[in-house]
């Protein structure tokens, strides 16, 4: 039984009417919200709290969630905690310590590039979608995603080995057996044929992980080789690199050297 004193549910209150005599200026910025929205101007996906991305550049990942956000025009902050490094840090958005998160603007957290990425595409405008739809050009997209995830994957594992294993441990054969698969998967997607990017005219999620993995093959790859043997990943990563999205997230020298990526014995 409710108390004399408890709250009648919310349902019954009356809603508080802004009144123009009674609070003038909540009446004027509520008249200027509501011109802006008719305006066409304020468009519902754009105007949120800023969502958080967490993972570093480094993280191929991670830099292909920035490279959605920056090209669907998102806000986001982004907060470049490294997954080894600054694991705790991690661990409060993704508690499996694991890059790329986003935290959305209503605090929910999404862990995973690809749930991420296909997430983006839902708020936006169907003609800015980074995936097509449907149909053959749907699958030929997930081809190429695939591959540039598969290509990436061994990238990631080829670091993993520089940057966890003490060189005395590392395994030759398993090396060699990451840069073959690597080397096979880049060279399928240079088999497109498409041009200028890998769907034809726009540019989608297939062209976005093929030059992330392309880039990121450098640390494992000699980077002569990678641009004469891949001379059309080669071109589509300086085309990408055009675009702020690709140009602002490439990982800097300094970021490799303090993820263990590149030093003294890392050559290949
Ligand atoms: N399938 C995941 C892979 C994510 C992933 O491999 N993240 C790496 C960094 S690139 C990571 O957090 N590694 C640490 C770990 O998994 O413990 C995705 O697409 O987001």
New binding site residues.
Partial sequence: MPSAKSKPPLATVPRARLDDAAAPRQCRLARKVAKLACSGLFNEHRWRLAMKLV?PWV????RRVGITLKLLNLPFEHLPFH??REAERVKVFSP?????ALQLDDGQVL????AIVDYLDSIVPAGERLMPASGPERVRAMQWVGYG?ACYDKV?RYCDELMLRPDAHRLAHLQAGYRAQLESGLRVLEAAQAHPWLLGSRISQADIMAVVAFQSASVVLPPTRESEAFPRLAALAQQAMQLTAFSSTLPDLEELQASGLIGANHGV
Avoid: E, K, N
């Avoid at 499996?96 to 790329?100: G, L, N, S």
């Avoid at 862990?111 to 690809?114: A, F, P, Q």
């Fill in positions: 993972g993280s191929g990942y991670t997954a080894y499996m310590a694991r890059v790329p862990i995973d590039s690809h995830c990631a």
